[in-house]
């Protein structure tokens, strides 16, 4: 940021668009990842309608129906979303307090304590959690939301941190309050570091909430126990690819989230 | 043709319009930093007239910028007092003192996310002005650093070369039409050819605005150009002397001084004598939009092999030669035409004849309109005439 507010005389002529923001590579994952998604969707319904007039197996049947799978999705999605929401709504303002001059001495130990969360397992994680708690929903959100902090945390800290200071102090010698400065300059120009920090969350996000079966709050992680447990390969195999389409849906929708939150002109 | 201001007036602020700022005082002001021993400013006692340019200059680290910024309170004292207009900073909240100071930095410091438009109008926004009057605002800024405000309003930063951005960053200064203005090494980021027109444009502001400009530089050729007084500072922000470039260059101070001047004060001569002081000459000129013929008549008749195109506005944008001009009417030209302020040096006008291929320069007023030409032999036989006159002077004593 700072370089290019230095940079030599060199006037550009044209209008940036968003096109010079993203690269060719960020492109083609953008328009292939809805492709994969649909296509993958479309095997599982064109499996479900096919396979029950072949295998009366009720077990199968059951557990890849769409109002089971259905129903599964939206709990993924709710404790995928709600935790994320949570995440946010902790890290970015901790990663705010732990920029401010005066508070910036307790990065070192927040961030330690984020990275232990993150560095723990994840089963553990939501099985302790299940037993000091006990199981449902919120139990689950609350290990999902510990788990994903660092991510939104240090991307935070690391956006805000790389704002350039002499911006800071142009707002600052222009009479605008400290408060201003972080809301109107300071944020905006992080947004893109801090929503790299948000989709990396989701996606650990939407991968570890599978988990939450274990305690009782729902997911598609229901469908993958049931194929374990009964041991029927088409359910595994059909419960962890609709796991995985629904991380790339997520994945994407994160991308899509970063390019729409970037400020223009940066 | 000779310009009409008074060629010996050696006050850049030059006369006419009314001043708008306000004087600074400086007593007795410290600065210790925490944890340091030695004081960043040692006890600087320092008072500005309201509506001068004064140049804080200094080698790195002496104290400018910590002395530039207690001004506006982003460094508080340790100790001292400052008043502006006779008003102590501290008699009102720092935010709210800031919004009456303009404040120019290195490079623009523009926000990037933020268009042209935006980052002008931070400070009226913050005052509370109606979203009409900032619009009027932001245009009427945009042309007095010449830019042409419906085509660069909407811009971001980025899509602005390094010296429109520090324009930018000079109209942001100057948006709540503010008294007093620091400025921190504001053309440090530029490259020469432009830094010299837009310390032209910049006196050239001040002309017709009369602020109190208080400018921190470490390169003292551009003291000499641009200030009304140069406060010369060495280690501590210890004054080693406070006066007219003039008087700096003729009598410096003490040895510091004299070391930090330089040599070759004759040299420096010409970063004292402004092309307002010589006899410009007069070239052929044609309109844009006038028709091609008429005008290359009209300079063959006066004998001439070229001419030089104006806008609506009076304003050069292209010299050609006769044989270059084509088609039907005559057109603003492709490449942007490196003027002179009158206001500038010798030095800049040996500069930008440098990279003209007429070995002359297009001199401009105000706003940047045409006054005529100046030719390299016009410079040299007038550095040739104050060489005579001072070995004369020198040989008389
Ligand atoms: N924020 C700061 N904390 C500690 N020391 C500083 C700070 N800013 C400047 N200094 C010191 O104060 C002295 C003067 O600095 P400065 O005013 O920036 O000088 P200049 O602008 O003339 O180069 C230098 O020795 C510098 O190291
Ligand atoms: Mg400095």
Redesign the interface.
Known sequence: MSAEAAAPDAATSDRAGWRDRITAEALIVLFAIPVIVVVGFASYAVYVQTSSTYADDVVVNNALGYGTIVAQTGEHLLLTFVAALLVVAIAVPLGVVLTRPRTRFLAPPVVGVANAGQAAPSVGLIVLAAIWFGFGFWTAVGALTVYAILPVLANTIVGLQGVDRTLVEAGRGLGMSSWSVLLRIELPLALPVIMTGVRTALVLLVGTATLATFIGAGGLGGTLQTGISLLRYPVIVWGAILVALLALLIEWLGRVLELVARPKGV | MTVTDDPTSSSTSGSGSEISGAEIRLEEVTKTYPGQEVSAVKSLSLTIPAGEIVMFVGPSGCGKTTSLKMI?R?IEPTSGTITIGGDDVRSRSA??????IG?V???????????VAKNIA??PK?LGWDADRIRQRTDELLELVSLDPARYRD???????????QRVGVA?GLAADPPVI?MDEPFG???PI?RQRLQDELLSIQRELRKTIVCVTHDIDEAIKLGDRILILQEGAEVAQYDAPEAVLASPANDFVADFVGAGSSLKQLSLTRIAELDLSEVPTARVGEPTAEARARAQAAGHDHLIVLDDHDRPTAWPWLRQLKGETIHRGEEDLVNLDHRATLNDALDTMLTSSHGAAVVTGDRDRYLGVVWFDTVTSFMRQQQEALAEEGSGA
């Open positions: 506006n982003l935010d709210e003192l800031r919004r009456t404040y930095i290195q490079g623009g410091s523009l926000f990037p996310h933020m268009t931070i400070v913050m811009r971001y930063p980025r899509e602005l070369s390094g010296g429109q951005q942001r620091l980021a530029v490259d432009t």
